[in-house]
């Protein structure tokens, strides 16, 4: 069983990476915590107690994907460590990564065990000393005269490019680089500073940040390089980022209501908290990256390339003070493209993310009234602390009663929306499943020695017996991704969506550094907590949800399917594999339909104009994404900006002249399950702004925002009517005597 799991949460989209740590002066030792025993102790920790254990850094052959280039573990450490210091590849040169690799590959294995950190420590200062060159050169570049006339481009995502090859290449690329940061500024539309002054300031920022670290930010940076060289989801946490995890898990923080991760140097928004200010807000989305920062009415602060800590600190605030975020959209085509959100601070609380439902009182293809119900699960929640006690929460106490009210209303079937959750409790992913297939395994694991084990839910029989269709996206990872794998392994229901779901089927553990440490007393509680990756998911059928994820019966266009979202985009990710599958009473609720379910929405999906816009954006983006140039000619960027200008106002034009009705829906949650009657679903208007000073397409943008529908969830709600028709018909023929 894998009840030992239990207290395991599992938050895939959440990610703390430290970005340009670095020593505060030539002297490195000034910190507070020796971080030679610290680094030890969490490569003993990798070593012995990673899933792929026994892998050493002294590996030479470590595990990898076919599509990963064949490297020692120390080399792939010190190219992850390079990475995270010089994501843009442009302030090291070919020369000097080449150098470090040379000398330090071979000794690395040693080295770290025996806390030997010289390796990181040159590294760094290498790297502090091209940052102060290049901040000086970027100064006169940025002061210079530039008439953004030329045919020039520059490449938008420099990640995987090679270093330049020696500082002359540097200073050309850099050259195209500030320019495009210049003439960015000039069409930002809501514009802080001339772009000079911008752009100078940046990088000033940037190198003061350098500069501004300690000996423990260098060390901790190179510990999650060297934790993230096993799996992404392995990683090295300071005192200060465990603090930031436990506000995240027990969403009681008074501020927005996001989750943030560095980016090319932006903070970047992986996900938008439900039921938090910024959701609430309805501006705000994921991989949106934010630009500036300003209290209330002060001045932005901009915070390109600035220390993701600080940018947390300037978005968090008292209760009910206001933020202001210059946010670059993350569907915008163009980087100079901006918006203004000011978001009331407020507490999040986990109430405002649990399980909520509609019943939908809608028409099916033969005008018939039908009743269908919503269930909205956005994380799978539980109060861990009181596991066992009758009156403690979880995901599926609630949705029990919020399902038995939408029975009690009449509905005829069930769309169960996972889209954006990110996972949660494992207990409750058996447990929810058990509501839906009854008794029988929910889910396989497999430890480091190869030992397999079954979880199985403890209901005796299934609580809901009608059709159902589970909608997920490319953000519903871990948890959600157990559940939706064993309602489609059982035949229980239709999987449709995103082409896959995220694709995280590891299981991770929290361990104290210190408690590792027994001659550390004094700084034990200093050495931070190494979140450890120890476990993989099988379905049941025996296939991984790892890398793979959930793949959908059925595939609606949505803006969130892209390879760029998901265990596939990050770095060293474990492979797929398969055990042997479990023996399970399967339902005949969706085979029989499939074919005809993805026939007649794939007509239905053909004739929407609102998926014609999602496909051509996506096609878009893929193109740009394909090219990844930039134009350094103003001229031509006016015109890419003024074309999407012209595309927007064309599509709110279409949509004025053809509203997409909203069927009548009636809100099934935990605070109106047992009223006599149900209360309609209505629009949330949003609270009246006082419009911003140089801030003019606000209440536009929050207007788009409002009033632009949602073609997946109308898709899958037909979907679901289309289901049910046949499930009645074929219950029906079975039913009737023959003659």
Same mark, same amino acid.
């Given at each position: ?11 895939? @989209? ?42 050493? @850094? ?6 990898? @994907? ?606 109106? @399950? ?66």
């Amino acid at each position: 069983m894998i009840r030992s799991l239990l207290k395991i949460l599992a938050a895939p @989209l959440i990610c703390w990476v430290c970005v340009g740590a670095s020593p505060a002066s030539d002297t490195t030792n000034s910190a507070s915590t020796d971080m030679a025993p610290v680094a030890a102790t969490v490569a003993r920790m990798l070593e012995q107690g990673h899933y792929l254990h026994p892998l050493s @850094l002294s590996e030479k052959n470590p595990p990898r @994907l076919e599509s990963e280039p064949s490297q020692t573990m120390s080399e792939r450490v010190l190219k992850n460590y390079f990475q995270m210091l010089d994501y843009t590849h442009l302030y090291f040169t070919k020369g000097d990564v080449d150098e470090f690799m040379g000398r330090f590959s071979p000794t690395l294995a040693a080295d770290i065990p025996h806390g030997d950190l010289t390796a990181p420590r040159e590294i760094f200062t290498r790297f502090r000393q091209r940052v102060e060159e290049r901040v000086a050169k970027n100064k006169s570049t940025a002061a210079a005269t530039h008439d953004f006339s030329s045919d020039k481009t520059v490449q938008i995502d420099r990640k995987k490019a090679p270093w330049p090859s020696d500082l002359d290449e540097a200073d050309k690329l850099w050259a195209d680089r500030i320019e495009a940061e210049l003439l960015q500024e000039s069409l930002n539309e809501h514009p802080l500073n001339p772009p000079e002054k911008v752009v100078t300031k940046r990088y000033e920022q940037f190198r003061k940040s350098v500069n501004e670290q300690s000996d423990e930010d260098v060390i901790k940076t190179f510990l999650v390089a060297l934790s993230q060289s096993y799996d992404p989801h392995s990683e090295y946490m300071s005192p200060s980022d465990m603090e930031n995890f436990n506000i995240q898990m027990r969403l009681s923080l008074v501020g927005i209501g996001a989750v943030l991760r560095t980016d090319d140097g932006y903070a970047k928004i992986m996900e938008v908290v439900p039921g938090g200010p910024a959701d609430k807000d309805g501006r705000l989305k994921a991989n949106d990256r934010i630009a500036a920062v300003a209290q209330g009415k002060q001045p932005f602060d901009d915070v390109v390339d600035m220390k993701l800590d600080k940018v947390v600190e300037k978005i968090r605030g008292s209760k009910g003070s206001q933020v202001r975020l210059q946010v670059i959209p993350a569907n915008a085509t163009d980087p100079s493209k901006r918006i203004v959100i000011e978001i009331t601070r407020e507490e999040v609380k986990l109430k405002e993310s649990e399980a909520k439902g509609e019943v939908i009182d809608s028409k099916n293809a033969e005008e018939k009234r039908v009743k269908l119900g919503w269930l909205t699960v956005p994380s799978f929640y539980a109060e861990m602390d009181r596991h066992g006690e009758a009156d403690a929460k979880s995901t599926t106490k609630d949705v029990r009663r919020i399902v038995e009210r939408m029975k009690k209303e009449g509905i005829e079937g069930l769309v169960i929306d996972l889209r954006r959750d990110g996972g949660g409790s494992l207990e409750e992913a058996i447990n929810l499943t058990g509501l839906f297939v009854g008794p029988g395994p929910v889910v396989q694991a497999k430890d480091s020695n190869g030992k397999v084990s079954v979880a199985k839910d403890s209901e005796s029989t299934p609580f809901y017996t009608g059709p159902i269709v589970v909608l997920i996206n490319r953000l519903s990872a871990s948890a959600s991704e157990i559940f939706a794998a064993a309602l489609q392994d059982y035949g229980r229901a239709v999987v449709v969506g995103d082409e896959r779901s995220f694709g995280k089927g590891t299981v991770q553990t929290l361990l104290d550094v210190g408690k590792f440490m027994p001659l550390f007393h004094e700084q034990g509680s200093k050495a931070g907590s190494l979140k450890l990756t120890i476990q993989k998911f099988y379905r049941v059928s025996g296939g991984s949800t790892q890398h793979r994820g959930v793949l959908s019966d059925i595939v609606i266009p949505s803006p969130t399917d892209t390879s760029e979202i998901g265990e596939s985009a990050l770095p060293n990710p474990l492979a797929y594999d398969e055990v042997d599958p479990q023996a399970v009473k399967k339902f005949s609720y969706t085979s029989p339909f499939i074919d005809t379910l993805k026939h007649r929405s794939e007509e239905r999906v053909s004739k929407d104009p609102e998926f014609g816009y999602i496909n051509a954006d996506m096609k878009r983006f893929r193109e740009r994404l394909d090219l990844n140039q930039l134009s350094l000619n103003q001229a031509v960027r006016k015109g890419e900006l003024a074309l999407d200008k012209s595309r927007k106002e064309e599509r709110k034009a279409m949509r004025k002249l053809n509203p997409v009705p909203e069927p009548i829906a009636y809100e099934v949650t935990l605070d109106t @399950l047992d009223q006599k009657i149900l209360p309609k679903v209505t629009v949330k208007k949003k609270p009246a702004k006082e419009k911003l000073a140089k801030d003019p397409d606000a209440e536009e943008e929050e207007a788009d925002a409002a009033g632009t529908p949602d073609p997946v969830r109308h898709e899958a709600i037909n979907i679901l009517q289309d289901l049910t028709t046949e499930f009645n018909s074929l219950r029906t023929a079975k039913t009737t005597p023959s003659t």
